[in-house]
């Protein structure tokens, strides 16, 4: 199962591919983008051989050859991924889904999407939209992601809160075995007890036990209303407070609660040069979306949990939005923060999910480490900054340690240390990124060793020869 | 992994349980409730052999055991299943959770109940009560069914339209293995995207895998506001035309959409005494729910439905109750429905999931065999009613076939060919009743080869011995 059982991909191996109809690119390792280079460019992949297949039967005969003859294959959507796994070295060949992005059918009634897995997220929203759906996921990638991605990514993103996880939104899968089987579970009922949920093994598994060619996914009906309030609050404990009381006023329209701390908001005010969305400074700053079908009564539960949130001295500061530009202006703020802090220094990024009572410690634990080392408090110090912002309701924090530069005694400081801390808090060491190609051996941090061994052997029983994603994932666990 | 290089349960066996402390009931095989009976009594099982472990570690020690003498385990919670995948036979022992019946935690920021498998949902759903939440799932049997059980049949219900599926709602599961290791996933967490998602394994496993011992589950926040509508159509098409407008109307707050038949109706009226909900007799009936936190938005949504219900002449008669007295009776009227088809005659029960376009066509299909075979349709013969109704919105369509008498050439018409019609149709042969006893051999008329083959290699990788639930289930798919 080592990559090393693996043979490279040869020049017969690419002439096998054109020869029965496959579209190849050849990059020779270049830095080409979309394909040898992650969105955050901090990955770089060393790949020569993209395959473009257009048809489900096209995958089957690559993973058939590649399977047969084992080489090794990535498997690359949109390349939006921040974790490398879609990447890929110059003895594997990177299957690349973008010509795959037909709409296959959307039930009406039902409200069901079936979809070839390079369609890029955002078409499929704007497909659905004169019917009166949304896709029940957004992200900041939504641009160029595509859904095949999504779900083997098993993305979360801006509105888990209302939508959900993938786990309970995607129907069915269509996937090619790793021995170029195709395995039809692209069911589009949502009611379905009948034999183990197969689909769900490859929502997650980011084409490491085959690759998933179409999905079919549960549409939510697009909301008519939709408001945005900020606030402004003196310490992190209310805004716990403050999502209970979200939860008992806004019910079922809220969609989104973000939360982030004063650090955050100045770098994006300083990097992007956005106006504060607050007339005054606060220690912490939560935005609040809601989505209902009645403009008038949404406009009427946010009043009333605004007024409760004063009544209860939660809030120093409120200001509540309703026009599409200044939604829009909020949202861009708060979108804008990771690459504000990308533009302020070295930026190590993490993507945690912790229990409410842990969130904090989180930040306050790695400042008081790096304190101790003497890397951060100074002026001079190699960190320069240490932020959390996040989505109160799904337990999803993204913490920023903002170094003078990459590598050295920092990331020895924080590295592995950070995982072993969240992982004893009962945390996840990814929480909507993936393991890609770096976070599998972090693993054993967070999960039992029987739940590993289990994940170990579904990938020794699925990809017996090892040639998806070799070196990635569990396969480095 | 055939029952037949199984051990039969022995006296010795028994001894060496009672001797490490666990509790042991012996039935001799007597049809003793709750554990040799169910809940239809329509199957009857025939064990012994009763074990019921008091925790995680005495579930451990008995598969430990009975994977290394090779014994079949049946594990039963609350015995509501309806497709006997609870019961056992002579050579078999039955693991009953109901002794492990203590909630563990709840985070009522998070929102996360985590309980042991043998809470009755009931009772689960009245300790979060004065948090502010309810479980995000109701059934019939809510009284006597327990969590383990309903995350291993992946319950469905009367409100999945609003809250959604298991295998979104349950955040982390506690299971011990065939060979007695304790797989640790109670996770709590909502976001995780580290590694296969090996939990959902279990989500519909029916116990086959292993025995779900604990699980943790996202809660739903408890609605301040209830109304029911009763609607009356001329006919089934209106029917979905109707929950499209509902989708558009009571958008976040609508919680249910069942439907039923005239037939079903009469039968309800006459076998429980029900009064009839609605002035008139109509070829359809409809029953709105919605769940809200404002009365007054709730009451505005549902008028503006009605409205344009009546506008499309979409329905014949209608009647709001908000009153609980009112709501209740709607209720139990809906719930009776099938206790009312029992007490007519010799009930077959089905429970499908059919794409919308296909729900309908299902009873035309199987009244028409049924009188092209002479069986339906005349006052003596063999079948007296074929009816359907169901949860739309999440594609569950129950079919009922009321015989003078069970077995003969009426359950050999139906079977197997109502499954081959609907795995034809895009159908589920098990929608939330799950496969248990008898439903695997069917299985292969709606999941393709591949898909099976994957189930049956999961259950030998899990399973390898074949002690978990012998004969049941995918083992004979």
Known sequence: MSAASLNPVSAADVEHFAGIGIAVERLDGRAEEPYNVDALKRYMGSVDVVLLPESTEQVSQILSYCHERRIGVVVQGGNTGTAGGALGRHDEVLLSLRRMNAVRDVDAVAGVLVADAGCVLEDLDAHVRQLGFIVPLDLGSRRQCMIGGNVSTSAGGLRYLRYGSMH?????????????????????????????????????????????????????????????????????????????????HLGEIVSAFEFWERRCNELTVEFCGHPDLLARPHAFYVMVE????????????????????????????????????????????????????????????????????????????????????????????????????????????????????????????????????????????????????????????????????????????????????????????
């Open 168 to 248: 309970g939104n995607v129907l069915g899968v269509e996937a090619v075995l790793p021995d170029g089987r195709v395995l039809d579970a692209l069911s589009v009922l949502k009611k379905d007890a009948s034999g183990y949920d197969i689909k769900q093994l490859f929502i997650g598994a980011e084409g490491t036990l085959g690759v998933v060619t179409a999905v079919s996914i549960a549409l939510a009906p697009r909301p008519a209303s939709s408001r945005v309030a900020v606030l402004g609050l003196g310490d992190f404990d209310k805004i716990h407070r403050a999502f209970v009381l979200a939860r008992q």
């Open 290 to 477: 809601t989505r209902g079908s009645v403009a008038r009564h949404d406009a009427e539960k946010m009043e009333a949990f605004i007024a409760a949130l004063r009544d209860a001295d939660l809030v120093d500061e409120s200001r509540e939005l309703s026009d599409p530009d200044g939604m829009d202006a909020a949202w861009l703020f708060r979108s804008d923060m990771a690459r504000a802090h990308m533009l302020s220094g070295c930026m190590y990024v993490y993507d945690f999910s912790l229990p409410p009572r842990h969130q904090y410690a989180l930040l306050d634990a790695t400042k008081n480490r790096l304190r101790s080392m003497a890397m951060y408090g100074g002026p001079d110090d190699p960190v320069k900054d240490v932020t959390i912002f996040g989505h109160i309701g799904d337990d999803n924090i993204h913490l920023q340690v903002i170094a003078r530069q990459y590598g050295g005694p920092v990331e020895a400081a924080v590295e592995p240390w950070i995982y072993t801390w969240v992982g004893s808090h009962g945390g996840s060491v990814a929480a909507e990124h993936g393991l890609g190609a770096h976070k599998g051996p972090f693993l054993k941090y967070a999960k039992s060793p029987a739940v590993i061994e289990t994940m170990k052997s579904l990938k020794r029983l699925l990809d017996p020869r090892g040639i998806m994603g070799p070196g990635k994932h569990v396969a480095i666990a």
